[in-house]
């Protein structure tokens, strides 16, 4: 109950003077909307990362060919054709921690499908297993089989963007269009993904068996492919699947102990993981900066506290002189302090909010990737509310301390 009625008597003592409380919790409100607004920012970017890197697949594994040397000149990573499909069975068969994987060769050309072309932004031979290593669903039809990738068959999967530019409202399953005058049968289309980080739209895919690529429209008998995407199990597998895709290739490659490998293998965990990081370390960084205001806002309430006790040592004696103690004048001051920290935190909060939601917006009008995701960061709303009361109480005890040791005598003389 008393508790109660100091917060009473201290939101009449605000509200006497309420052009003094709102200058005096401005510098709160800036902190508190500041660091949410960064905190918010900061977790929408580390989500699109995130989602990002699992759109990629369910924790995929590449494995390159290794670079090849000319002379003194070292060419880039998978110039050295030393991959081949039976890798990628290997793995999915021999390896314990790795749930699925599949070959892939590029190539590119013209999709043609009778008066309409368009160019996919990837043209791409697979194995079977490419859908679950990728987490990637179909929308319509099948994927093709082991049957089709032994026969090099003229069948494809297409992104809804292919369906969009040569079919319209058609059903394009069933339908053939053709690449490098092949004929390929439309025999599935793809869940739309959208674009990627860089703004480049993953539905403009054109699917095929890696044979087909590589006997009918690349014209080649050889059996290598340009890199091989393995899943793990689980994501807390992904070192081991990794150690074991290492340990069949140096088998199967017959690399000695000592020998450079002729291949590579990359976890996008680890990627991720270090993007999560960098993302992280700059919403602390800016989040610390923003979190200077509020320091700022502490001494503030700090001074206008004690302007307070200054302008009410009357009627502090006279509170005295009627039976209040000391630590009933330090308790009505600090919760003074602590409402108006509280109320900064609260405004600063909602300002800090709407502050998040406005910047995603413009940040998502401006690029053509990925819209970043809204996030309002409840765990910065929980640290906003506890810091400005900490802030409260550590600037307002100075003030309220002074105020409780007040000699009565010396308080009611005082004009």
């Known amino acids: 109950m008393k508790l109660l009625l100091t917060t009473r008597i201290a939101l009449r003592a605000l509200r006497k003077n309420k052009m003094r409380a709102g200058l005096t919790v401005l510098g709160v409100v800036i902190g508190i909307a500041a ?33 090849q040397r000319e002379g003194a000149v070292r060419h880039g990573r998978g110039s050295s054709p030393t991959l081949t499909a039976e890798d990628a069975a ?31 932004r990837e043209l791409v031979g697979v194995g079977t297993d490419y859908l679950t290593v990728r987490n990637w669903a179909l929308r319509q039809g099948g994927f093709f089989t082991e049957r089709d990738i032994h026969s090099a068959a003229k069948v494809c999967i297409i992104g809804r963007t292919l369906v969009a530019k040569l079919f319209q409202t058609t059903n394009p399953l069933g339908k053939t269009i053709r690449i490098r005058n092949i004929p390929l049968q439309v025999i599935g289309v ?58 069949i290739l140096y088998e199967r490659h017959h690399i000695h102990p000592g020998d450079p490998p002729d291949f590579d293998v ?19 960084l800016l989040s610390s900066i923003a979190g200077i205001s509020l320091l700022v806002g502490g001494v503030g309430i700090m001074n206008i506290m004690l302007v307070s006790v200054t302008e009410r040592t009357r009627e502090i004696g006279i509170r005295m002189a009627v039976g ?31 502050a998040s939601v406005g910047i995603t917006k413009i940040i998502n009008s401006l690029s053509s990737g990925t819209p970043w995701p809204v996030v309002i960061s409840f765990k910065a709303a929980v640290i906003s509310m506890l810091f400005a009361g900490a802030v409260g109480v550590f600037f307002g005890y100075y003030p309220a301390r002074r105020a409780s040791r007040l000699d009565p005598i010396d308080a009611l003389r005082y004009e």
């Open 35 to 67: 660091v949410t607004t960064m905190v918010s920012i900061g977790q929408s970017a580390s989500d699109l990362v995130q989602g990002q890197f699992q759109s990629l697949g369910t924790n995929v594994i590449v494995i390159f060919s290794a670079s």
């Open 90 to 120: 290997s793995m999915a068969k021999e390896c314990d921690a790795v749930l699925a994987a599949s070959p892939m060769v590029f190539s590119g050309g013209q999709v043609i499908y009778g008066n309409t072309n368009w160019r996919p």
């Open 190 to 247: 793809l869940e739309e993904k959208g674009a990627n980080i860089v703004g480049e739209d993953q539905d403009n895919v054109v699917i095929v068996p890696y044979t087909t690529v590589r006997k009918r429209l690349q014209g080649s008998s050889f059996s290598n492919v340009d890199i091989i995407l393995a899943s793990a199990r689980s994501v807390h597998r992904m070192a081991e699947a990794e150690s074991e895709i290492r340990q």
């Open 266 to 284: 990359q976890n996008t965990t680890e990627i991720a993981n270090i993007l999560g990081i960098i993302t992280g370390t700059m919403t602390l």
């Open 324 to 354: 209040a103690r000391g630590r009933d004048i330090l308790r009505q001051f600090l919760v003074e302090s602590v409402l108006l920290s509280s109320i900064g935190g609260i405004v600063g909060f909602g300002l800090g909010a709407a």
